[in-house]
């Protein structure tokens, strides 16, 4: 390697063992991944079932990495010329968040990184969202934007500021003191779901129609394909009513569930299907659109991240493509691939510390 260092991010979602390598240039070396397993019909996993599937992966997972690099030295630090391992420890950068699936990584990372005499760098799931997000960007992001955090069990529209820029201006002893002094990112909540986010939304109602958990590539796969075709269709659900930045989402799920009881039948199921897909999801684009275009105007602001598993959604990329407000407002989506879960995002910001 030509690099002069290396940083191994780890994250453990409820839903993927995430192990990433990125280098001094912020350039991805390595980026595996392996999704927890959901019985077909059910929506989601218990935490017990999450952390036992990521004990079960971590090793695999390094086994593929190491092959994948070509790593033959039995010295893995100075193999990958590694200077620090980063870990996603909590969901939110906030005091008390906590969720055992993310301690499975934690415990992981301190196993690894004590072993190597290495730092150890604790972030919060959300973080490595907006990191992944911002990575690549063509758009410039100033030190504050807003976000959207749409994922599995997030919809939360962020006030971000980089907290980094404050921390290089300060003077530290060593890195955990720096560490110590605050989190990547100074987040702020204002605006989003008051009951279920947008992925619960969208995995339970693919559930119902008999598709595999998670169900929001599928789903998208399909609302996409209606927009492309010359196949008109009257929109079937009333839209989602906001309380300024925050809306409720559970009742628009009452009305789907109630349409698929009533209406659809096992050799109807493609067509219907197709339907609604493409009416949910053009929902949840016209519900953000107005959201985000609001919140823009109240915070004076002009740029806006999309970050998230639901943000990987090539219907709602092209509504916000195509809108009017492009004209006036950055919206920025990550790379589609750095939308769902991963550690790259968490390696990053282990690389921006140590910088």
């Known amino acids: 390697m030509d690099n002069k260092f290396t940083v191994l991010g780890i994250d453990t979602s409820n839903y993927t063992t995430s192990v990433a390598l990125v280098d001094d240039d912020g350039k ?6 392996r999704l927890l397993s959901v019985k077909h019909g059910e929506r989601g ?37 590694l200077k620090a391992i980063a870990v996603s ?12 699936c993310f301690r499975t990584g934690e415990a992981f990372a301190r196993t690894l990184a004590t072993s190597l005499a290495l730092p150890i760098f604790r972030f919060s799931h959300q973080e490595g969202h907006i990191e992944a997000a911002l990575h690549g960007q063509e758009i410039d992001f100033p030190s504050n934007f807003l976000c ?34 605050g989190p990547a990112y100074n987040i702020s909540i204002i605006g989003g779901t008051l009951d279920i986010s947008f992925g619960q939304l969208i995995d339970r109602i693919g559930v119902r129609l008999g598709i595999p958990f998670p169900s929001g590539k599928y789903l998208d796969e399909l609302a996409y394909a209606e927009t492309v075709s010359s196949r008109k269709f009257e929109q079937i659900f009333t839209k989602i009513k906001r309380k300024g930045l925050f809306f409720n989402i559970s009742g628009l799920e009452t009305q789907i569930q109630r349409y698929i009881e009533s209406r659809i039948e096992k050799s109807e ?9 493409s009416d949910l999801f053009e929902i949840i684009a016209d519900l953000l659109m107005q959201v985000s275009t ?6 004076k602001n002009h740029h806006i991240l999309f970050s998230g598993g639901v943000a990987e959604s090539s219907y709602i990329r092209k509504r916000f493509k195509e809108s009017k407000e ?12 750095l939308s769902s879960d991963n550690a790259v995002g968490i390696a990053l910001l282990g690389r921006k510390l140590l910088l």
């Not at 420890?89 to 055992?100: F, H």
């Not at 006030?159 to 060593?174: C, G, H, I, P, R």
């Not at 199921?269 to 897909?277: C, D, H, K, R, V």
């Open 28 to 33: 991805i070396l390595a980026d595996f991944r």
């Open 45 to 81: 996993l218990r935490q017990s079932d999450a952390v036992f599937q990521h004990m079960i992966n971590f090793p695999q997972i390094f086994e593929e990495m190491s092959d994948f690099l070509k790593i033959e030295s039995k010295d893995l630090k100075s193999a990958l010329k």
């Open 89 to 100: 420890e909590r969901p939110r950068p906030v005091e008390g968040s906590y969720m055992p």
């Open 148 to 181: 959207w955090h749409l994922s599995g069990g997030t919809c939360e529209l962020l006030l971000v500021e980089n907290a980094y820029l404050k921390a290089s201006k300060q003077k530290f002893t060593d890195y955990q003191d720096m560490y110590t002094n």
């Open 269 to 277: 199921n493609e067509q219907f299907t197709g339907y609604i897909a």
């Open 294 to 299: 609001e919140a823009l105007g109240e915070e």
């Open 326 to 337: 492009n004209d006036k407002y950055s919206f920025g989506f990550s790379n589609a691939k």
